[in-house]
């Protein structure tokens, strides 16, 4: 993307903020080296498939896409129309869904996939209602086989105790590249009482 083109992305997701607010997940659209970062398990060696969850302007699917072997399916959701117009003029070649994350469950039963190998949440956990957040872990519990959920953050280690709420194994990757510092969850062994009023993370 050109310097002018940064500009825009950058002018277009401040204005995304005012609108949106906490239903946005950072406050700059993701560098180079945080997409990468999310993109820790995407393997270029065998086909997978491959679960984005907020595209946003679409910088985590752009490298997705040019990371992932050649066979693999990438489904990315964005719930935002503009956004999802945008990520899909950019990404053309990547099944850009414009939906929400309490109809994953119907989102992936339409297109055949019973399971998921990478698991990458661009969405802004902390913000969206329980119910949400829990039918999201419903689905990365029952459909994702490498068993672990990544999420990115732009509030460094702020949020890992209300991970470490869902998940006996929380990890950590700090991105200090980024234009404000930000980093990547890596989680893994759900907590069998996640759902429970003591072990509830979300609005």
């Known amino acids: 993307m050109t310097t002018g083109g940064n500009i825009a992305a950058r002018i277009k997701w401040v204005s995304k903020l005012f609108t949106h607010g906490r239903t ?13 970062a999310m993109c820790r398990d995407v393997d270029q060696s065998r086909p997978q498939t491959i679960l984005e969850l907020g595209a946003g ?10 990371m992932m072997h050649p066979k693999s399916t990438l489904i990315s959701l964005e719930i935002d129309p503009e956004l999802h117009t945008l990520v899909s003029q950019r990404c053309p070649d990547v099944d850009v869904v414009h939906g929400s994350a309490e109809d994953l469950e119907d989102i992936l039963d339409a297109r055949g ?14 913000s969206l209602p329980k119910e949400v957040n829990q039918h999201v872990l419903d689905v990365w519990s029952r459909r994702c086989v490498s068993g672990v959920f990544t999420q990115i953050t732009q509030i460094p280690w702020w949020y890992q105790s209300m991970y470490g709420k869902a998940f006996h194994d929380v990890s950590f990757q700090l991105v200090g590249r980024n234009i404000l510092p930000a980093g990547v969850y890596h989680c893994r ?11 509830q993370y979300g609005k």
């Open 189 to 199: 062994n759900l907590r069998a009482d996640y759902k429970s009023a003591e072990r």
């Open 24 to 36: 946005i997940a950072s406050l700059t659209p993701s560098s180079r080296w945080l997409s990468q």
């Open 113 to 126: 996939i019973e399971s998921v190998d990478c698991f990458i949440s661009c969405l802004p956990t902390p």
């Open 57 to 66: 302007m679409g910088p985590v699917t752009s490298t997705i896409h040019k």
